[in-house]
């Protein structure tokens, strides 16, 4: 069966159907590979329309997907309808961001964002001031200032894959707290909380491990060794988190390998209904992804928190505290590594 036979047979179920995307892709390849391999044939008018026009539908699809999320939303309004919304506006903008109805996906978007902010529902809750992280040592030690916010991408990812894979809502200082019930806190760095909620303030790439922060980063080797040390660690403590809450992994930490090699092993059928904690390793950056209609999505949650734009969206791992699109992107030309947690 033809992929144009295919799409004329499923649609007939939901021509809503956003799995018809990958269908229409191929339609849409096939006939692009027909009009370049073979430019002087008669029949490529006819082609060259069915080419349109499949472009046109995967637009009106992903749209209605949109639309679809958005009354689910208004029926039910919860943390994961509002980023399935977010989801499938990424999905459109994506490749329709110069069409008459992306305004109305740019609004639903920015809607859903507001929604977020003023209702409970971002999901990296740390303090976006700088703060001390020296957990047992006085000042005069020199702090190891940060903001929470901006460093704690691994305890976004974790939190991230516990509420895709339980449904409850579970914030980054919730993951905090389960890891850090009952913290032993130096005399300065009660004195630095100053009433504030040590689970929101102490979050950084070591807590997992450690309670206060260690790490002072740095571009010397041995600043590096230490940086993958932690990434290391990272990963058995998203892993043991994650099982605290109830969700199991799938397994151990795959090895670091190509991008191309990591998604394709994340789309064999081993991982059929799992979510993703990925490991940029350049960047030592944490991606929560997982499987749609139409391939992998990876996802940092560490923007999804006051002043920032939402979750940062996209088909290659995102760093989304950067300030320009080309910066937040980190592209299919890293090594990575990931877990897998099954839904």
Excluded at 146 to 166: E, K, M
Excluded at 264 to 283: H, I, N, R, T
């Amino acid at each position: 069966m033809t992929a144009l036979d295919l799409y004329e047979v499923s649609s007939k179920a939901d021509a809503d159907d956003q799995s018809l995307v990958p269908v229409l892709r191929q339609v849409r390849e096939r006939a692009q590979q027909q009009l370049t391999q073979h430019p002087a044939e008669e029949r490529n008018a006819a082609v060259t329309k069915v080419r349109d026009d499949a472009h046109t539908e995967t637009g009106r699809v992903l749209l209605a997907a949109v639309h679809r999320a958005d009354r689910v939303m208004t029926g039910d309004p919860n943390f994961q309808h509002a980023d399935a919304i977010l989801l499938a506006a990424e999905a459109y903008l994506r490749e329709f961001a110069k069409t008459a109805d992306a305004a109305t996906v740019v609004e639903i978007r920015d809607r859903i964002i507001e929604h977020k902010m003023t209702h409970a529902m971002l999901l990296n809750d740390a303090s976006t001031v700088e703060c001390n992280l020296v957990a047992d040592k006085w000042y005069y030690n020199k702090p190891r200032s940060a903001v929470p916010a901006d460093i704690n991408c691994g305890l976004c990812t974790a939190a991230a894959v516990i509420t895709a894979v339980t449904g409850s809502f579970v914030t980054t200082a919730d993951v905090v707290r389960k890891i850090h019930p009952a913290p032993q806190l130096g005399d300065a760095a009660k004195t630095g909380l100053a009433g504030r909620d040590y689970a929101k303030v102490y979050q950084h790439p070591e807590t997992f491990v450690s309670f206060g922060r260690n790490l002072q980063g740095g571009s010397s080797m041995a600043d590096l060794t230490k940086t993958v040390a932690v990434n290391v660690k990272a990963a058995d403590g998203i892993k043991s988190v994650a099982q605290q809450f109830g969700v199991t992994a799938q397994g151990p930490q795959s090895a670091a390998q190509p991008y191309a090699q990591a998604v394709q092993e994340m789309l064999q059928p081993k991982y059929d209904g799992c979510v993703f904690a990925v490991l940029v390793a350049s960047a030592g950056h944490w991606n929560f992804a997982r499987r749609t209609p139409d391939g992998l999505v990876f996802v940092d949650y560490q923007t999804d928190r006051p002043g920032k734009q939402g979750p940062q969206i996209g088909t290659t791992p995102q760093l989304g505290v950067k300030d320009t699109a080309a910066e937040r992107d980190l592209g299919d030309r890293q090594n990575a590594s990931f877990l897998a947690f099954s839904l």
